[in-house]
């Protein structure tokens, strides 16, 4: 793992795009995958400036998304196709037939979820996975004693991801749908950079638990430990809570030139 804290969200988001742009320059074909959520807002806005000022060329690159709910039509404004366009693909030139997201209205969800994986190991695999973490510890859907090996499925949501997300539904938690499709922790794993961004003091503990406890299934995002290379951006109120935070810093700052992410 490398720790990069930032002294607030928009230093660590923009730190973190410059290691999306870097890939997407280096290989214009990239195999993206994407998270939806507030966490990620700022991230996706900085690739539309770069798209925009710096011609930052999306036209080759593939994308996988995490995550869908159960039963909501792509339409809704509350579904992730929704979000994904709205926040990121209408502003770049993307094209549609290289987006793919869960479709949370498949008749047979198995298939649909044996399809999704075919279809990323059709694309090559994903370059770089982009993942938030839930505040215990979930990445994409993968809730709490979540398996390892698991691989793109249908899962239910905790009463905490539930109450966490009704902030999206009116703050109705009964308006949340229960159920998503949602990558595996070991799609996740495949992945040959994860790119964890974590804002905010609520998110203390599961990033403590994460980079400095024990790898368990009860704190998914734990298993980026043993990815080869996790990077994982924190502003200070996320990093308050990790003992090594100064050695974190100190690693950071003194990597040499040819590490540099820009």
Known sequence: ????????????????ARVVARLIREKPDAVLGLATGSTPLILYNELIRMHRKEGLDFSRVTTFNLDEYVGLPADHEQSYHHFMRENLFRHI????ENVHIPDGMAEDIPA????YEQAITGAGGIGLQVLGIGSDGHVGFNEPTSSFASRTRIKTLTRQTVADNARFFDGDESKVPHHCLTMGIGTIMDARINLLLAFGEDKAEA????????????MPASILQHHPAAKIF????????LKLSDYYRWVYDNKPDWQQDA
């Open 234 to 241: 924190l502003d200070e109120a996320a990093a308050a809570k």
């Open 93 to 96: 030139n993307i094209r549609p």
């Open 207 to 218: 990033v403590a638990a994460t980079v400095e406890g024990p790898v368990a299934s009860v």
């Open 1 to 16: 793992m490398e720790i990069i804290i930032k002294q607030n969200a928009t230093e660590g988001s923009h730190a973190a």
């Open 112 to 115: 649909c979820c044996a399809k």
